[in-house]
């Protein structure tokens, strides 16, 4: 089936592994389809000695992409003094991740969450008096210009285009959903954070949004990303949480949990057409982060149950929040967690983001790591076959069917996985 090209990507006669698109149905490289795995490790949560090392182990997990945020509160506490020292050196960690070949996605914000406190933002800049954040309110768009140019001036040189790492760029976060605004107010501002990114430098082959719970996604200007968890610990309740529909083959894609503890009435509809645009994941639990009153143990099974689901489900990008756990960096004047004494419902740990992740954090790799490997070895192995097939359930609505039936009960048999989709 002809598949509709998207207008992201890059293209390098020179060298044809460096160049990238996307279709409506999945990424290409090369001109080849290709289901990346991507995970998320924040170079700012780790000890900067010790991060080529951590790169490695995610190289050797068959992680193909890399995502971090870059938190505005770690580089800029106090307004007008910006620490890119030690773990807080994204233009060293970037080198790194060019040594290791490990491509990059940068998560700028300027709105982020991650469990920061202010979701990112500096207490200075939330406590500026008549400033309406997250908003196309000309002050605060001003401090968020300048902003994405600090991060840029650590950034240039290592852009897709200059032979470096970042392949893209993520503009805000749960827009529209956790915060922000909705309609087409929302879809303006998005715009124009995009465009502002844009003139400082970010021009990158792909940009994305989160999509899920009616977050914004302007149609044609970003592809949307979703996620889904094993259990919500950002929940004000210490109940058995209910049936996870992470855990079907199915056509819903949202995890309607996501960003409960911060969203506004939720929206019941994507903002965006879905049809028009692949599946892709940005957050998929590689664990999960505790808070003080809800402290759920992940179990290897629980993250390669959900790994399974969304790649019977059309799946086509594998992307996971957090991959790699670490450690919240101290702090000029306080620390940086998230907690009710911040104005946030739940209090997280003050230091620790270990997020019962893939790879500690500190480092330790976890039983996880060893059963979601063979996954990603499948797709590294397989992904261009499995990207051009199709999702469709029994009974005639549209379980993954492959174009040629031969070779897809090898493909699955290879990783364990016959018998799990009824052909």
């Not at 773990?87 to 709105?111: A, D, Y």
């Not at 207490?123 to 605060?140: N, S």
């Not at 969203?263 to 994941?281: A, C, G, I, V």
């Given at each position: 089936m002809k598949r509709k090209k998207l207008p992201f990507g890059y293209d390098d006669p020179s060298c044809p592994e460096r160049t990238l698109g996307a279709t409506d149905r999945y990424l290409t490289r090369n001109g080849r389809p290709w289901i990346p795995v991507m995970g998320e490790f924040h170079f700012s949560r780790f000890r900067s000695e010790f991060w080529e090392e951590e790169i490695e182990k995610m190289k050797a997990g068959e992680v193909q992409i890399l995502a971090t945020y870059v938190f505005w509160i770690h580089h800029e506490e106090k307004e007008g003094e910006w620490n890119?020292?030690?773990?807080?050196?994204?233009?060293?960690?970037?080198?790194?991740?060019?040594?290791?070949?490990?491509?990059?996605?940068?998560?700028?914000?300027?709105?982020?969450?991650?469990?920061?406190?202010?979701?990112?933002?500096?207490?200075?800049?939330?406590?500026?008096?008549?400033?309406?954040?997250?908003?196309?309110?000309?002050?605060?768009?001003?401090?968020?210009?300048?902003?994405?140019?600090?991060?840029?001036?650590?950034?240039?040189?290592f852009l897709w285009k200059q032979g470096g790492p970042v392949l893209g760029i993520q503009v805000e976060n749960e827009y529209g959903h956790c915060g922000g605004l909705t309609g087409e107010a929302g879809v303006r501002h998005m715009k124009t954070i995009k465009q502002l990114a844009k003139e400082a430098g970010f021009r990158v082959p792909y940009y994305t949004a989160t999509g899920w719970g009616g977050a914004i996604v302007p149609e044609g200007e970003m592809l949307p990303v979703l996620g889904g968890y094993c259990d919500a610990p950002w929940e004000q309740h210490i109940h058995e949480m209910p049936l996870n529909?992470?855990?079907?083959?199915?056509?819903?894609?949202?995890?309607?949990?996501?960003?409960?503890?911060?969203?506004?009435?939720?929206?019941?509809?994507?903002?965006?057409?879905?049809?028009?645009?692949?599946?892709?994941?940005?957050?998929?639990?590689?664990?999960?982060?505790?808070?003080?009153?809800?402290?759920?143990?992940?179990?290897?099974?629980?993250?390669?149950?959900?790994?399974?689901?969304?790649?019977?489900?059309?799946?086509?990008?594998?992307?996971?929040?957090?991959?790699?756990?670490?450690?919240?960096?101290?702090?000029?004047?306080?620390?940086?967690?998230?907690?009710?004494?911040?104005?946030?419902?739940?209090?997280?740990?003050?230091?620790?983001?270990?997020?019962?992740?893939?790879?500690?954090?500190?480092g330790r790799i976890h039983d996880v790591f060893y059963h979601l490997r063979p996954y990603h070895l499948m797709l590294k192995e397989f992904g261009s076959m499995m990207a051009e097939t199709e999702f469709i359930l029994p009974g005639g609505r549209q379980v993954r069917s492959a174009h040629i039936q031969s070779g897809w009960t090898d493909l699955l048999s290879a990783v364990g996985r016959k018998n799990i989709v009824s052909m």
């Open positions: 890119f020292e030690g773990q807080r050196n994204l233009r060293e960690f970037l080198g790194i991740c060019r040594k290791c070949e490990m491509p990059v996605f940068l998560r700028i914000g300027p709105w982020s969450h991650g469990e920061c406190r202010n979701g990112g933002f500096p207490d200075w800049l939330i406590q500026k008096e008549g400033i309406e954040v997250r908003t196309d309110q000309p002050l605060y768009l001003s401090y968020v210009k300048r902003f994405f140019e600090k991060i840029y001036g650590q950034t240039d040189g529909a992470n855990y079907l083959f199915s056509h819903n894609k949202d995890d309607g949990s996501i960003g409960s503890d911060l969203q506004k009435e939720r929206e019941q509809e994507f903002t965006y057409d879905t049809e028009k645009y692949p599946y892709f994941t940005a957050e998929l639990g590689g664990g999960v982060q505790v808070t003080m009153h809800r402290r759920p143990v992940v179990d290897k099974k629980d993250t390669c149950a959900m790994v399974i689901c969304k790649l019977g489900s059309g799946a086509n990008l594998l992307g996971y929040y957090m991959y790699h756990g670490g450690t919240n960096p101290k702090g000029k004047y306080s620390t940086l967690q998230e907690s009710k004494d911040t104005g946030y419902l739940n209090d997280l740990p003050v230091y620790s983001y270990d997020f019962q992740a893939p790879v500690g954090e500190y």
